[in-house]
């Protein structure tokens, strides 16, 4: 497989995700961070603000410090805000932050330009972090081009179906164990009006390659299309993309939710939540907030593989990772944090003082052997955990790619081009233009990528 190498990567400078294929960010943001680089007996951490690391935050002092003497300063902000200050101070070897989140598609780029320190050596000293006990696919997202490890997951996800089993059963309608996407658009055909107001499907289409781009390139790739072929030829106008694509837009429009050209992660989630949708597909990580205590559908939900058409699976890979900045001035204070959180004991930590369904799962074998979270999550861990081992990043369709990624492709350009793309494939969802002339322009910006890795 091809690698980007000998260059600076232009785009990843600005990298800036449009929307999150995790959970709904909170609105405001912390930072405790001085302008100056840690040192002494203290850290500083860059950190997205979504819900599983603001409970990170609350629990270090009175813990991980306590334990430790190494106290953490904690910068927090929106996912777009975050992802633009640690390019920024990643790049430049700044070293005022040790540690920061960055994701399975930041940390491979970030590794190649010499931007992280790497994990191997810590985690051979540190017996008790048990890297074999990571998933696979979490390990090997999170891999170099050289085989090192520069990232830890704090916590995993990978995409599958949800469904209101009560609905179906007063419908008459079964979900197939493996359901294929023809499939679900049957049923979704079917569970339209189920209730009043209620429509048989959500899927994303607010502008964005972390938004509708996601699920969208899932469905792509088992249909058997691919953005680049193995030698970085555009493919955005190739018969299986083109059907993939018009599927995807003709399912939403007929069955989809109500202003689905501006729905995202979120507003699907409220849709869900409040009975407006009879399924859902989305990331693994949406089930905890569904099942939570207090929702509206906890225990009325089922739960199915991805759909596919011509792969075995088509789920996709994201992680929310730790990765530590090559210019760190206490890289060995940092391991440990990281070490500490995400190590098994932190689960612990939080299943104890939380409970067990705020774990940050999707990351370790252990927690899907752990009773106690077994009970909390039992109608979603297990197809979780499976959704998560089958991913397969480095060969998700039928074809070679040139790259990793599922939902993404693993160079600094996709996040303009797919958010560009996303935007002309967000108008087709909203009736302002064709599926074809959406994916003739998409071609045309591919091409321009094309251009600059064609031969390498």
């Keep these: 497989m091809r690698t980007q190498s000998r260059r600076r990567p232009r785009a990843v400078l600005a990298m800036a995700a449009a929307g999150t294929l995790l959970a709904p960010l909170l609105s405001g943001c912390w930072a405790g961070a001085g302008g100056a680089g840690s040192g002494g007996d203290s850290i500083n951490v860059l950190m997205v603000n979504n819900p599983q690391m603001v409970e990170l935050q609350k629990l270090t002092a009175a813990h991980f410090t306590k334990e430790t003497g190494i106290k953490v300063n904690f910068t927090v902000l929106p996912e777009n805000d975050v992802r633009d200050k640690i390019s920024q101070d990643f790049a430049n070897q700044a070293g005022q932050y040790d540690v920061a989140t960055l994701s399975n598609y930041e940390i491979p780029i970030y590794?190649?330009?010499?931007?992280?320190?790497?994990?191997?050596?810590?985690?051979?000293?540190?017996?008790?972090?048990?890297?074999?006990?990571?998933?696979?696919?979490?390990?090997?997202?999170?891999?170099?081009?050289?085989?090192?490890?520069?990232?830890?997951?704090?916590?995993?996800?990978?995409?599958?179906?949800?469904?209101?089993?009560?609905?179906?059963?007063?419908?008459?309608?079964?979900?197939?164990?493996?359901?294929?996407?023809?499939?679900?658009?049957?049923?979704?055909?079917?569970?339209?009006?189920?209730?009043?107001?209620?429509?048989?499907?959500?899927?994303?289409?607010?502008?964005?390659?972390?938004?509708?781009?996601?699920?969208?390139?899932?469905?792509?790739?088992?249909?058997?299309?691919?953005?680049?072929?193995?030698?970085?030829?555009?493919?955005?106008?190739?018969?299986?993309?083109?059907?993939?694509?018009?599927?995807?837009?003709?399912?939403?429009?007929?069955?989809?939710?109500?202003?689905?050209?501006?729905?995202?992660?979120?507003?699907?989630?409220?849709?869900?939540?409040?009975?407006?949708?009879?399924?859902?597909?989305?990331?693994?990580?949406?089930?905890?907030?569904?099942?939570?205590?207090?929702?509206?559908?906890?225990?009325?939900?089922?739960?199915?593989?991805?759909?596919?058409?011509?792969?075995?699976?088509?789920?996709?890979?994201?992680?929310?990772?730790?990765?530590?900045?090559?210019?760190?001035?206490?890289?060995?204070?940092?391991?440990?944090?990281?070490?500490?959180?995400?190590?098994?004991?932190?689960?612990?930590?939080?299943?104890?003082?939380?409970g067990w369904a705020d774990v940050p799962a999707g990351k370790r074998a252990s927690t899907y052997r752990n009773a106690a979270y077994r009970k909390a999550a039992a109608s979603f861990q297990e197809m979780t955990r499976e959704a998560i081992e089958g991913a397969r990043p480095t060969d998700p369709g039928v074809q070679p790619r040139p790259a990793p990624g599922i939902q993404f492709v693993g160079i600094p350009e996709f996040t303009d081009l797919g958010t560009k793309v996303s935007q002309e494939i967000s108008a087709a969802i909203a009736g302002r233009q064709s599926t074809g002339a959406a994916l003739k322009k998409s071609q045309q910006l591919a091409e321009q990528i094309s251009k600059e890795y064609e031969g390498r």
């Excluded at 990978?158 to 009560?166: A, G, H, Q, V």
């Excluded at 429509?199 to 058997?224: D, H, K, Q, S």
């Design 111 to 354: 590794a190649r330009n010499g931007w992280l320190h790497e994990m191997d050596s810590y985690v051979a000293r540190d017996g008790a972090y048990d890297e074999q006990d990571v998933l696979k696919p979490m390990r090997q997202s999170l891999t170099g081009d050289d085989g090192r490890l520069y990232g830890q997951p704090f916590y995993g996800e990978s995409s599958f179906l949800m469904y209101r089993k009560d609905v179906f059963a007063e419908k008459g309608l079964t979900m197939p164990a493996r359901p294929t996407w023809q499939q679900v658009a049957d049923l979704a055909a079917k569970a339209d009006g189920a209730k009043p107001g209620m429509r048989g499907i959500c899927l994303r289409g607010l502008p964005g390659w972390g938004e509708l781009m996601a699920p969208l390139t899932t469905v792509v790739n088992t249909f058997g299309g691919t953005w680049f072929d193995k030698s970085w030829k555009a493919h955005l106008d190739s018969p299986e993309f083109e059907k993939a694509t018009k599927f995807y837009v003709d399912l939403v429009r007929g069955h989809g939710e109500s202003g689905a050209a501006q729905s995202g992660f979120a507003e699907c989630l409220n849709n869900m939540t409040q009975g407006k949708v009879a399924m859902w597909y989305d990331a693994t990580s949406a089930a905890g907030l569904l099942e939570a205590a207090g929702s509206p559908v906890r225990g009325k939900l089922g739960y199915a593989p991805a759909p596919v058409e011509r792969t075995a699976n088509s789920g996709w890979l994201y992680t929310w990772a730790w990765g530590m900045q090559k210019a760190s001035r206490n890289p060995d204070k940092a391991w440990k944090f990281i070490s500490w959180a995400s190590g098994k004991q932190y689960e612990q930590l939080v299943g104890h003082t939380s």
